[in-house]
């Protein structure tokens, strides 16, 4: 600790930080631009300037940068100073020479970082008389918007763009006061983080395309804490709705989890809930197609078919919550509920959950793993499955970096000065996968392979650190090197990192990372083992244990079973389109509750319409197995409904006892907890719908909230008192104590005089950077074992064999398009791939065909058109599709299929 | 008086290596290989060169913070910095034109006193004269086994690049000259830490100024006291000065460190051209304050150029006359600097371009009451420690001081909404 005096006042403080990231973690209103808490200082914007003095004599003192001085032990500076305030003043000043004063108009107006310097600094008065620049913008895709002349020159987005996330297509250009922060020319911007610009940006040159069509303020939002349901990582979110339109998502802030940053697909793919594929009113089979009928109507047919029925099953779904997960497993009894994954993935779920249960490796948060020092990625394309996990990535491999300044006194913090010294110093990165993916521009090495040969090499590097894991035979001298370089950095870091998933469709894969991450504790390294879940509840789900799908399949054909209930899922998705067909005609009931038309409900008699995460609240668990809570950000239009609440509403009309007492989520989760003790924490996961600060509920409207009174004065001109939450202990006005909500409470990131999400968040932060004060939201759910013995796996498959006139087909993800709901957001919609079959460079000229050649695929039981993609990176016999996209049925599914020239 | 850098330059022609030889050329190197890197070090630090830059930083002490030693980070890097781009300044252009072997001799014994594996001559992008000279003489020395594998049989190896600029003012800053030979925007880079410990590429850097390297191995064949023996003044050595504006005779001389700016201007420089008064100069380039007749007696030296609230610069000075304005002056001054700001950091690229266009509207007759006091402030918001480098700083320098000697001026073209001197 180090003591230093602000104002006269004396405060104990970090030494290894410097004097910005203090005085604002002590509580300060201290002005800045360029600086970020995860990007560390540059000294561009000198906004943070202060005063600081040599000793109690000095009383003139100089001008330093907060952000570029560490906090010595006995520093004394003065915030207040009026050389120093003046000087921060002058800086808006300089800064607002060229800026078009066009907030009135301008989308960031209201949450604009700058909009509160210039009023926290005092700068008022235009004294500028000149002309100011112009610059023509440019089109950067459907994500972000570009105004360029209200730049202020901060470099923030070439930082975070470039430095922080590795993209390559934004830069700076031009110098003095015309540099230009954009592209070479007009075009989407490359890398899936962009969308970060909108917050990192201080004004509003990147501000957010999507909302723009539907632009609402900030303080006109209303918002509520929420969780990201495009992957399994269970990004913290605040997403914002008005007039029963969902107008976008914002970060944040999660301490382990998310930090910062979202990945686009997170950030953009809200739009679903706007869609026209929602299913906004329930449906009954008539005449061979679908009617809408009200909720009574609906009700009644759920009652006609599901009371006094003792063949039913459910099937539940790895992105739908807990909370109707449960739901439907106590309607049908736990032994008629299954799980809507494919068996494969269920398979491998239920295997990850067991390892990483089983130990010893311990599973790391995002934020742990942006500070581990060796990394092998194992079958998995974490780029595209699990995007905001790979952006952590990239800063792990910047930990010889941070060594190497250390070794050079070189504080941690002065980033510029960090990447200078480092060079292209960058940790051991091993990624292992079928084929090419987004992360390839910084791995140390990279192996594309089969299946079957991903996991010997893992076994092999297994076998490397501890000759007791299973010895590899055969295996060619290259895989042998490989496995040697990779056990080498494993084993030589402190903090290894093995990361897999059900990617590539293999136990073998993720039993051999197992090995690997096994072997790595036996030989004493602090090893953490991570894999990822594909979808936002696919642990919850597994957690939960349901049948596998097939065993579903199966009741209905031997007859044991007639009446299905299916939760948010569409099968077409989960096996091969005959199969479902077949399963889905045989049923003699089929509700289907969802919130968006799939294929599925075509053949359903009853479809009930079911609240997404933003109308619905819930639990899910993350691949960390964090159980989360996501809260309802509006109340939908009252024939929609959160599943669980379908459900138990049926059941307590029905007069079921189990869920005589479900009023809401607290008494569905109490149920759970009761049933189900590997969950039962996930109750923690958020305070009680009865808990209050203060004695009121945290609103979710700000406290600038226009337009209440006159919000359906169309309708009617008294005010209609605001819709009650039963659930959370949120309100649904702008009445209420935000300033006392616990973390997990947190509707969005709001303080006095700070008035943007990004440069807000440190005011909820115990110390900037660190974790949320009262702690970062979540329950942790799987914990390793103390003192686990796990054996070793020792199932290693034989080397991949390619087949004549045959190809193994696996499932690449792509972050656009392959994951279902934000495919029906339009701006990923149009980013998404086209279908296609990417096969090997030999094996496409043995086949006769050249790129873009429209094949016929036969897989699964399914076949379609697709054009072909020729790719160096893809092995010999194996062929890549696109994971789902429309039109391929039984992709993501494992297995050998053809390829035939049209 | 005994001159160093110029004493092989008599006409117009260039030095070649056989005459620089016979000249008892790279003798200065063979002395030099026979002591160790530390004792060529501890005789630069005894002879008080001062660097020639324009900072006057101690040579041999910048040398002292390089790693030595088997444990040293590698490889190490001297760089000459070549990129001559202050207004009013042409010396580094004389000895690389002219007599490009005195760089190349002093850079290899630099070279070798750090340890440096490589070295860059970072040469202004206009230089093309220059650059080539460089190049050929890399070339002759290379040929002779001053350079390359195993120099002269001491087992130390070095090679010497030429690495032309793109002409940007910010490049010939110490560390925006490393971001720009590393292909990168010529924005400057925090210090600490300095290049000596991270420079290019992360690595121990050592960068010198053309002038100052090429004092280098008469130093070292010579002594520090004989060195220190040449000035007049409180610095050692000689120096290059130059004048330029309505003198007489415009142009460059190696003279005593500590030659009165009267010397100069009126000796060697022949003085004011008929039917023109002297009203001050710049010593030492354009970001240098202004001087004027009071300081004609003033040593040509760092220290005492401060104390008269100017800096030596680079030693060449900048004449003002009476037929010239001296708003119109800063204003090209400003200008120039406003353009060469890298854009990096707010007081810089937002103060400056303001200062431009209030002298610009000055000097076409649309200056406002206030104007004086706004350029006065831009003066205090772009001081030293202010901004992120020493630009914005130095392009305050002639604008201030402007203020101060030639106020009456500044008023008249607000008064009189017009520029006196223009018809």
Known sequence: ?902 | MEKLLTRNISNGQRVDIHSYEKAGGYEGLRKALKLSPQEITETIKKSNLRGRGGAGFPTGLKWSFVPMGPDAPRPKYLIANADEMEPGTFKDRLILERDPHQLIEGMIVASYAIQADVAYVFVRGEYVAAAGEASRAIAEAHDRHYLGKNVLGSGYSLEIYVHKSVGRYMCGEETGLLNALEGRRANPRAKPPFPQTSGLWGKPTIVNNVETLANIHHIVSRGPDWFKSLSRGKDSGTKLYGASGKVKRPGLWELPMGTTIREILEEHAGGMRDGVRFRGLLPGGASTDFLVAQHLDVPMGFDELQQHGSRLGTGTMIVLDDQTCPVGMVWNLEHFFAQESCGWCTPCWSGLAWAEKVLKAMEFGQGQEGDLEKLESICRFVAPGNTFCALAPGAAEPLQSALKYFREDFERHIREKRCPWRK
């Open chain 1, 1 to 902: 600790m180090a003591r230093i005096y602000v104002d006269g006042r004396p405060f104990n403080v970090d030494p290894k930080q410097n004097l910005l990231h203090v005085c604002l973690s002590l509580g300060f209103d201290l002005p800045y631009f360029c600086w970020h808490p995860a990007m560390g200082s540059v000294g561009a914007c000198r906004q943070c300037a202060v005063k600081q003095f040599k000793d109690e004599q000095d009383a003139g003192g100089k001008l330093i940068m907060a952000c570029m001085t560490p906090a010595a032990d006995g520093t004394r500076i003065s915030i207040k100073d009026p050389e120093a305030a003046a000087f921060r003043s002058s800086i808006i000043q300089g800064m607002m020479e060229n800026h078009p004063h066009d907030c009135p108009v301008c989308d960031e107006g209201g949450e604009c970082h700058l909009q509160d310097m210039t009023y926290m600094t005092g700068h008022d008065y235009r004294a500028y008389r000149f002309g100011k620049r112009t610059f023509r913008n440019q089109y950067l895709g459907p994500f972000v918007n570009h105004e360029m002349n209200r730049c202020i020159q901060c470099y923030r987005c070439v930082r975070f763009y470039r430095e922080y996330a590795g993209g390559r297509d934004l830069n700076a250009y031009a110098m003095r006061d015309n540099v230009y922060f954009g592209r070479h020319e007009d075009g989407v911007l490359e890398s899936e983080f962009s969308g970060n610009l909108v917050e990192v940006c201080p004004t509003g040159v990147f501000t957010d395309a999507t909302l723009k069509r539907h632009y609402t303020r900030k303080w006109d939002l209303q918002m509520a804490p929420s969780i990201c349901v495009h992957c399994g990582l269970g990004c913290n979110t605040s997403p914002g709705e008005r007039y029963g339109v969902l107008r976008r998502i914002y970060n944040r802030y999660h301490g382990e989890v998310n930090g910062w940053f979202l990945c686009d697909r997170g950030r953009y793919g809200y739009e679903f809930v706007n869609s026209e594929r929602r299913i906004r009113k329930p449906r009954v089979r008539l005449n061979g197609g679908h009617e809408a009928v009200g909720e009574d109507t609906a009700l009644r047919r759920m009652h006609a078919i599901l009371s006094g029925n003792r063949r039913i099953i459910g099937i539940g779904s790895p992105r739908a919550s807990l909370e109707s997960n449960f739901a439907l497993r106590t309607l049908v009894g736990a032994e008629h509920f299954y799980a809507g994954m494919s068996d494969d993935e269920y398979r491998l779920v239920k295997l990850m959950i067991e390892i990483l249960r089983r130990g010893p490796a311990r599973i790391p948060t995002l934020r742990e793993i942006e500070i581990c020092d060796a990394v092998f990625v194992l079958g998995e394309d974490v780029s595209n499955t699990s995007p905001r996990m790979a952006l952590s990535l990239r800063q792990s491999i910047r930990q010889p970096s941070m060594r190497l300044a250390e070794k050079l006194r070189i504080p941690l913090w002065l980033d510029h000065a960090v990447r200078e010294a480092a060079q292209d110093a960058s940790g051991p990165l091993f990624l292992a996968t079928p084929a090419a993916t987004r992360l390839d521009d910084i791995a140390t090495r990279k192996f594309h392979a089969a299946a079957d040969d991903l996991a010997r090499l893992g076994f092999a590097v297994a076998h490397v650190l501890d000759p007791r894991a299973p010895e590899v035979g055969g295996l060619s001298e290259d895989i042998a090197a490989l496995a040697r370089q990779i056990a080498g950095a494993l084993g030589g870091a402190e903090r290894p990192l093995v990361i897999s998933g059900p990617g590539c469709n293999s136990d073998a894969v993720i039993q051999a990372a197992a090995n690997v991450a096994r072997a790595l504790c036996a030989a004493g390294r602090k090893a953490s083992l991570s894999f990822t879940a594909h979808e936002c509840n696919s642990i919850g789900l597994s957690l939960m244990g349901a049948g596998e799908l097939g065993l579903a399949f199966r009741a209905l054909r031997e007859g044991s079973a007639d009446t299905v209930v299916i939760v948010e899922d569409d099968l077409f998705r989960r096996a091969p389109a005959d199969e479902v067909v077949e399963f889905l005609r045989s049923a003699r009931h089929l509700i289907v509750m969802d919130s968006i038309l799939s294929q599925t409900q075509a053949y359903a008699e009853l479809v009930l319409p079911a609240g997404t995460f933003a109308e619905a609240d819930g639990t899910l668990v993350n691949n960390e197995g964090r159980a989360q809570r996501f809260f309802q950000v509006f109340p939908p239009s009252p024939d929609i409904r959160e599943s669980w609440r379908w459900i138990g509403d049926y059941m307590r009309e029905d007069g079921r006892r189990e869920s005589a007492d479900w009023r809401n989520l607290d008494d569905v989760l109490a149920a759970l907890a009761a049933e189900l003790p590997a969950l039962a924490h996930a109750i923690a996961a958020a305070p009680l719908a009865s808990s209050r600060g203060r004695y009121q509920k945290v609103p979710r409207e700000p406290h600038r909230y226009s337009g209440r009174t006159a919000y359906y004065a169309n309708i009617n001109v008294s005010e209609p008192r605001p819709p009650l939450d039963l659930d959370g202990p949120l309100s649904f006005s702008m009445e209420g104590w935000p300033a006392a909500a616990p973390p997990p409470l947190l509707p969005f990131s709001w303080a006095p005089g700070w008035n943007s999400n990004q440069q807000s968040a440190p005011k909820f932060q115990s110390e900037v950077n660190g974790p949320l004060r009262g702690g970062d939201p979540g329950v942790r759910l799987i914990e390793p074992e103390a003192n686990a013995k796990a054996p070793y796996f020792n199932g290693i498959p034989d080397a991949f064999g390619p087949r004549q006139g045959e190809w193994l087909m696996v499932p690449l993800h792509h972050i656009f398009g392959s994951e279902e709901l934000s495919a029906l957001a339009p701006a990923i919609a149009e980013l998404a791939v086209k279908p296609y079959i990417a096969l090997n460079r030999d094996d496409a000229a043995e086949l006769g065909v050249v790129a873009a050649t429209e094949v016929e695929v036969l897989i699964n039981g399914g076949a379609a058109r697709l054009r072909v993609s020729i790719s160096s990176d893809i092995p010999r016999g194996v062929a890549g599709v696109p994971m789902g996209l429309p039109g391929i049925s039984g992709a993501g599914l494992s297995g050998w299929g053809r390829v035939k020239r049209i």
